[in-house]
């Protein structure tokens, strides 16, 4: 049975049958494989889950009735390499197959066996899709329509299809702590790196070991990070509200070394997570497990930078978690306008006089974002916009923005700057 297949499918069911995330799912089985299935493991996993939508309805042309589970996930992993992957459709029939002898049933390895060979035979050239612009749109670029339209409404049609057809690039960004080039990484650690905006960050090709002067964090999560960081006084103080896993309070303290930096999340595992990397990185921070949503009166005023980093939807960071398309639904975006307001309302008197909020999420709808900041200027007079800076970005200029994949190249994160006057 071929391996990478096997693991492949063993990630693709954690996460189809019992909602796991599939970044954590993924990482926990390449610690066990060998280097030649981690490429093609990554590479199926993500593909299948980025492209759900469309292999479902190619598929729908092929057989009478969809099958469920198992069966159907083997014929999206056959699908998706006979499609996206330059593999022998003999090899992707076969080991589907093979896979498929798991269920017990001789009469499934025939259906998985003859149905792959339809496949097969039309794929490459399959162009059957809805009538409807916006419809094929979201079948092509395997986008709920429910997010489409909402993109469409907040963007316009054009910027939206530009948003949904930006291709996933699923390579990890990795910051170094001393100076270091691309050639370096590739000489110490076996692995092709591309320079980014941020001279400290560079996009690798597979992986690097995690030590106190490397990390993995995504471009748009260093942005907030420099935008709090250039806000802060001399021996100011800083407070990240949803901190965990404590990328952004950790780097905030690396680039300014003269600040304090308080750390909270409302789960005490998760405010583990962030002690955890603070000691890995050798970065001196306190942490709580707060509920941000709840005032703490001994906080009233305290601190120089406040930053909401938000629970949100995330459809910001589709390429590192393509599982989102999967189980988010409009219905849950008011419950979480109302928490992100929650939490941005309490932690707005935190803030001293002369101090600034941050607020972000790494999303991309406007209910969640501008909508939550014009509702909480307009109830909180004493707050007005504020500078954004971000350091290697001269677009980015007024009191928020909004990142795009496609137009930044990094996460589709929001951020917004709020000046307390008074």
């Not at 990630?11 to 066990?32: P, W």
């Not at 939508?53 to 092929?62: A, F, K, N, P």
């Not at 339809?118 to 050239?125: D, L, P």
């Not at 110490?188 to 993995?216: H, K, M, N």
């Amino acid at each position: 049975m071929n391996t990478a297949f096997l693991k492949s499918f063993t990630v693709l069911t954690k996460v189809y049958a019992e909602g796991a995330f599939s970044s954590i799912a993924l990482n926990k089985t390449l610690q066990g494989c060998k280097k030649q299935d981690k490429a093609l493991i990554t590479k199926l996993v993500y593909g299948v889950l980025d492209n759900d939508i469309r292999l479902q309805y190619i598929l729908s042309h092929y057989v009478h009735k969809m099958p469920k589970s198992d069966v159907l996930l083997y014929l999206k992993m056959g699908a998706y390499c006979l499609a996206e992957l330059s593999l022998p459709v003999y090899t992707v029939v076969n080991d589907m197959a093979e896979l498929s002898k798991m269920s017990g049933d001789r009469r499934i390895v025939g259906f998985v066996n003859a149905t792959l060979k339809t496949v097969a035979a039309n794929i490459k050239n399959f162009d059957d899709y809805p009538q409807d612009k916006l419809q094929r749109l979201s079948v092509e670029c395997s986008y709920p329509q429910w997010a489409l339209q909402k993109l469409v409404k907040d963007y316009g049609w054009d910027t939206a299809e530009q948003i949904v057809r930006y291709p996933a690039d699923h390579r990890s960004v990795f910051r170094f702590a001393k100076p270091i080039s691309p050639a370096q990484i590739a000489e110490r650690y076996g692995v092709e790196a591309e320079p980014t905006v941020f001279a400290d960050a560079f996009r690798i090709a597979g992986t690097v070991p995690l030590s106190q002067d490397c990390t993995p964090q995504s471009l748009s999560s260093m942005a907030i990070s420099h935008v709090c960081a250039s806000l802060l006084p001399q021996q100011g103080s800083f407070l990240d509200c949803c901190a965990a896993p404590g990328g952004k309070s950790v780097y905030v303290k690396q680039l300014r070394q003269d600040v304090s930096v308080t750390c909270c999340d409302i789960h005490a595992h998760r405010v583990q997570l962030i002690e955890d990397y603070a000691r890995r990185m050798d970065v001196q921070i306190a942490s709580f497990c707060k509920d941000m949503t709840q005032f703490c009166a001994d906080w009233q005023g305290a601190f120089d930078t406040v930053l909401c980093d938000v629970p949100c939807s995330g459809f910001g960071v589709l390429d590192s978690r393509p599982d989102i398309k999967l189980f988010r639904q409009n219905k849950d975006i008011s419950d979480l306008m109302k928490l992100q307001y929650a939490i941005l309302d309490n932690c707005s008197r935190y803030v001293k006089v002369g101090g600034d909020l941050v607020y972000s999420t790494c999303t991309l709808f406007d209910n969640e974002n501008g909508q939550n900041i014009r509702k909480f200027l307009a109830q909180h007079p004493n707050f007005q916009y504020g500078k954004l800076f971000v350091p290697s970005l001269p677009q980015v200029s007024g009191g928020s923005y909004q990142f795009l994949p496609h137009k930044d190249g990094m996460h589709g994160f929001f951020v917004a700057v709020v000046h307390r006057n008074s």
